[in-house]
């Protein structure tokens, strides 16, 4: 009976060992799930509304900007506290400004009903307007208006941070980086935001007005303003703010007016906003959306913020190039710069580094282990140097073969300029660019005129020296970023990247009136002179319709070629 009793006892205490042990797994359980379920703010996570003025990133520089910089400061963050960010865009750069405000408030109300937020902040003017004229949204919520583009004010329902172009500085770099500027044309629109920085801008001019004339192109239509600056030349100098519409009403969107006003004017362009700064744009002192992405992003995680330091000279590099701008200020950040040396053969540099020194270490070990033996220490010596001195001879000596054979591949030998294997390569890679990037890109085919007469008449040297005159003319009247080639006999190949069919055209037309204005000597025939003329045909592909290969867009050229041919030479057509 004792036995019994210690056998059930012992049953009993491991069925409530069991049960209490169970219990504990269920409570657990419990609280993880109730953790899990619980919102974020419940656990102490920091909410915050970020409301954009203008369109998503992939269709504003501007926003692209923005949110580049907010992420990057939101990254200096430890994962434990990293606070929780909504986004939301008017996009009024393509709905326009009232539709976006009036369909805003009700979305806001219904998709946020149930979200605490701790912030609201706010980019630009449009989502200022809109979050001040709604003081009942989101009550109690602290509020902060970045860059709100409006003048002595200060909001009573949060903190303001303005952002106010330093247009003494952004028109003072333009004489200092080129001192031959006698003209500044300022180009913008008739929008209230863009007058109020036009009325800064008439302030600042009297201190420049003894030495460069100052013009205001803001009530003209854009094909106004594009013939307008097509007339621009030496001297002249282009300043243009952000803007989006024309007098006429036709809205576009800053970056790709400033792209065509590169396109047909030889003046250089600055402005005051970063995104506007592209291959065509020389820069200047200008306001970074990505340091204003940065300002918000400090406000998200609650730190101290100022816009002190959101301006600062930038510039891109091969537009700087083109216009031989100098004397840039120390600070100046540079768009587009083609790496260095080291950047370029960097790891090459190291390897060959650390050969050497392995060599070094090897030949250290062999000269400590032969100190007795002079003779061969110094033969070692010797030795080591005339395979280091060999090894740099024969590394420069095969750096400048390749060079030269590349050079030679690709380079007309009486001309100068690429040859018909550098187009074609060319032409494919623009195009694959031009349908990723959804760019325009021209071709020019050009053929100099009855040039099989003038090799008959006056002689192979006359006709040489022609298609060098022509050579010569062509690659002087084309922007940087176009490629000339030769591509056999008298006929010329001109890429034009980013480039309408309109705006190529008017560019072939440049060229032919400065090549009818050629004259080539003859030799021995008392001053003779002969006149030369060429005809042009023009192609260009469209990166949203079917997909151009070089051949197609090859073979519209030359069609649109032997139509000027044909009807009478010395013209440009377009295919």
Known sequence: MFLLSRIDASRQAWAVRLWAGRWAAAMLALLAGLALCAPAHALGERQVLVLYSLAPDAASVWQAEVHRGLVDELATQSWGGAPSVFE???????????PALDAMEPYLRTKYANVRFDAIVTENYLAARFLSAHPDLFHGVARHYVNHSRRGWTPDDGAGYEV?????????????????????????????????????LRAVVPQFRDRIAFEFWDNQSFAELYRKAA???????????????????????????????????????FTHVESLVQPGIAGGYVISGE???????????????????????????????RFHLSHLPDATEWLNRPPDTWETYRWQIIVGLALIAVEGVLITALVLALRGRRQSIAALHEERNKLEARVVQRTLELLVANTRLEQLATTDPLTGIGNRRKMSDQIVKE??????????????????????????????DVGDRAIVAVAKAVTEGMRSIDLVSRFGGEEFVALMPETELAVAALAAERLRSAVAGLRIAVAGEDGAQIALTISVGVAASDPLG??????????????????????GRDRVVTG
């Open 88 to 98: 939301e865009r008017f996009d009024s750069v393509r709905v326009g400004e009232q």
């Open 164 to 200: 106010l172009s330093d247009f003494k500085r952004a028109i003072g770099v333009i004489p200092q980086v080129a001192p031959e500027t006698r003209r500044i044309v300022v180009v913008g629109d008739q929008t209230p935001r863009v007058q109020e920085w036009i009325a800064d």
């Open 231 to 269: 007339t621009l030349g030496a001297g002249d100098a282009i300043f243009m703010l952000a803007t989006y519409r024309d007098k006429d009403g036709l809205k576009g969107v800053p970056p790709e007016i400033g792209r065509k006003l590169a396109q047909v004017s030889r003046a250089p362009i």
């Open 291 to 321: 340091r204003i992405g940065r300002v918000i992003g400090r406000i998200v995680l609650n730190r101290a913020t100022d816009v002190a330091a959101v301006q600062s000279y930038v510039f891109d590099y091969p537009t700087a190039q």
């Open 431 to 460: 195009l694959e660019r031009s349908r990723r990037s959804r760019h325009p890109l021209a071709l020019l085919m050009i053929d100099i005129d009855h040039f099989k007469r003038i090799n008959d008449t006056h002689g192979h």
């Open 546 to 567: 079917a997909a151009d290969t070089a051949s197609t867009l090859l073979m519209r050229a030359d069609k649109a070629l032997y139509r000027a041919k044909k009807e």
